[in-house]
């Protein structure tokens, strides 16, 4: 007997085998079956959908879970558009907070000012305590001169603004969260994921590095994850600085790794752990993405996270020791320079089925599709940027190099795997609009960004279920509505594929279920 059997409903399975379905029945969490071979079958439940529409659930390729959860937490200057303002905010969060306490304020981006502030005017704001306004990036933050007397002599700053790694420096001064911080954190951001149709995810990075926030932070997803309160699956990547040496075995590759060996892989449905993620440039918004020439209207082209010799080298020892890389590379130099470490590790060891990314593919010059291909690397693009920053972007690459940003369509024709993430929270993470910004190609205010990269709508649904699986290796659990796999699936107030595309980000999330069980809104009856 079937656990829940849907009927009348108008399933879009994104199975090639079996596109469309009325019925699907669910037995022990998973897909049992389709339409004709669940028709007859009794089910302790029986759901009517009237007729609505029923998707995989997205999978999230890229997000930042308790920097999302922390920062709907902490007091924000945004929108940042004003000095007095913004030092407004810093005093009254210092005024929150007792006098021994770190002032950590969110919200922060200089894009509308011009300019940066300085520690002089946080010290002004708040005297004498240790502030971090932290931008929205994550790549960069200002601090006061308190803090700036805490860091290592040789840290680079400019009158208290801190960018890549001098803001991961910082990041090491304000850890550890606790357990309890982290945890309420968690159940914020979770929950605003499966409000957005999102059944899983892979978090970006934890342990160290630009998005730490504690030694031990795997410890508040599994404490959830025991209490039932995890309610989305969830891929931990593991941040490069988190490797140590272990003392293995020579034989057992490179000494160096998580102790008991833990790699990519290890956990259950529910939890487990994911690629190493690697650091070489910046973000866009800070202006120190990588790239080949400078930025327009700027003297400058970004910068590399470090030295080009010591990133290849953390990427070739991340692939000998048999981990999934995620390597976030934003603009082409970076792009480069992964390319070029991964050709070198895969000469080096052959890994053919490694299924090494590339996060964020900001800017991928046409020459380097094909050596993405070649590499069998999979790019992990956030399309909601173009909506939300492309404004900005577009104007700061030129009219040449704007249809390179965050490519949909020309991955699809080269063959490279594309997923589709969020980056939450850098910017909204709601799928669905991110889907209709692969199909449209335009900014919020209608600017068009790249015509040319524009994607079907069951293609883009394809990148953010599918794709992003396949990304994680899920793809056998996951991303499709195919009988066997995980009955994770949103319902959704109209179709996708038959509303105007203008439309397709506001269609509404009506209920949102993993394992065939409600984690959002609609449940089944019964």
Not at 33 to 45: S, Y
Request: charged residues 25%; contains cysteine; proline residues 7%.
């Amino acid at each position: 007997m079937l656990d829940l059997k849907l009927v009348n409903a108008r399933v879009l399975t994104l199975d090639r085998e079996h596109p469309r379905a009325t019925q699907l029945g669910v037995w022990r969490g998973r897909v049992f079956g389709l339409d004709e071979r669940v028709a007859e079958l009794p089910a302790r439940r029986v759901w009517d959908l009237d007729g609505r529409v029923v998707i995989p659930g997205f999978v999230d390729a890229h997000v930042h879970l308790a920097w999302a959860g922390l920062k709907s937490g902490t007091p924000s200057v945004a929108p940042s558009d004003s000095v007095p303002a913004i030092l407004d905010g810093v005093r009254e969060a210092a005024d929150r907070v007792g006098p021994d306490d770190w002032v950590d304020v969110a919200g922060y981006d200089q894009r509308p000012l011009g300019r940066h502030l300085t520690a002089g005017e946080l010290d002004a704001a708040a005297p004498g305590r240790r502030v971090i306004l932290t931008h929205d990036s994550g790549h960069s933050c200002v601090v006061s001169t308190p803090v700036l007397r805490m860091l290592p002599e040789d840290t680079v700053h400019q009158d208290g603004v801190l960018v890549e790694g001098g803001m991961a420096a910082v990041r090491q001064l304000r850890m550890p969260y606790s357990e309890a911080e982290l945890g309420r954190a968690l159940r914020r951001s979770t929950g605003v994921c499966v409000s957005e149709g999102v059944t899983a995810c892979a978090e970006a990075g934890i342990g160290g590095g630009l998005v730490t926030h504690s030694p031990v932070e795997l410890a508040a997803y599994q404490s959830l994850r025991e209490a039932g309160q995890l309610p989305l699956r969830v891929q931990l990547m593991v941040a490069a600085a988190a490797l140590h040496p272990v003392g293995a075995h020579p034989q057992d590759g490179p000494g160096e790794g998580l102790d008991l060996g833990l790699r990519t892989g290890f956990g259950d449905d529910r939890l487990r752990l994911g690629a190493l993620k690697i650091f070489t440039d910046g973000g866009m918004m800070p202006r120190t993405a990588a790239l080949t020439e400078p930025y327009e209207g700027l003297e400058h082209a970004g910068e590399l996270y470090a030295d080009p010799e010591e990133l290849t080298d953390t990427i070739v020892r991340g692939h000998l020791a048999g981990w999934q890389l995620a390597i976030h590379a934003i603009g082409d130099r970076a792009v480069d320079l992964a390319l070029d470490a991964v050709a070198e590790a895969q000469r080096r060891h052959p890994r053919p089925g490694a299924r090494h990314r590339v996060e964020h593919a900001g800017l991928v010059r046409p020459d380097q599709l094909p050596r993405f291909a070649e590499l069998g690397l999979g790019a992990v693009v956030q399309p909601g940027f173009l909506w939300y920053l492309g404004d900005d972007y577009a104007p700061l690459m030129g009219p040449r190099r704007a249809p390179w940003l965050y490519r949909g369509q020309s991955f699809l024709d080269h063959g490279v795997p594309l997923a589709g993430s969020s980056d939450r929270p850098v910017t909204v993470g709601a799928p669905l609009r991110a889907v209709e910004v692969m199909v449209r190609r335009a900014s919020s205010s209608g600017l068009p960004i790249g015509p040319d990269e524009a994607m079907s709508v069951e293609d883009a649904l394809r990148a953010y279920t599918l794709g992003s699986a396949y990304a994680c290796h899920w793809e056998d659990e996951v991303g499709s509505l195919t009988p066997g796999k995980w009955a994770d699936w949103v319902v959704l107030s109209e179709d996708p594929c038959r509303v105007d595309p203008e439309r397709i980000g506001q269609i509404e999330v009506l209920g949102t279920f993993v394992a065939g069980e409600s984690v959002y809104g609609l449940s089944a009856p019964g």
